[in-house]
């Protein structure tokens, strides 16, 4: 049974820190491409950061803020955020795929994952 169960999120100040972590269940755990989505309501889904193939995706926005790591003993992908700004405000999704080699960097379309979490809500206000 594939199971992606998020925890973390909730209310914080602009400058502020969370730090989201996505359980993942062993077999789910093997897809080789895991990372963080997050989504606003009227806009599409997008990568925020993603790790597979040796490699590592930030969205622009989030570079030098946010830090995305693995705890391969407990099958938990963490997203520590720190220097949160209003814009950060979205739900944030854990997913994982088995997919091809990407080279240089990772598939950062939503459409290219179909495991995915529940999501969590992080929200940045002052």
């Known amino acids: 049974h594939e199971q992606l169960v998020e925890s973390g999120g909730g209310s914080v100040q602009p400058g502020g820190s969370l730090t989201l972590s996505c359980e993942v269940s062993?077999?789910?755990?093997?897809?080789?491409?895991i990372g963080w989505f997050r989504q606003v309501p009227g806009k599409e889904r997008e990568g925020v950061a993603i790790?597979?193939?040796?490699?590592?995706y930030y969205v622009d926005s989030v570079k030098g803020r946010f830090t995305i790591s693995q705890d391969n003993a407990k099958n938990t992908l963490n997203l520590q955020m720190n220097s949160l700004k209003l814009e950060d405000t979205a739900m944030y999704y854990c997913a994982a795929e088995r997919l091809p080699w990407y080279g240089d960097s990772c598939p950062r379309s939503g459409n290219e994952y179909n495991y995915w979490g529940q999501g969590t809500q992080v929200t940045v206000s002052s």
């Open positions: 790790i597979g193939g040796g490699r590592t």
């Open positions: 062993a077999n789910t755990y093997s897809r080789n491409y």
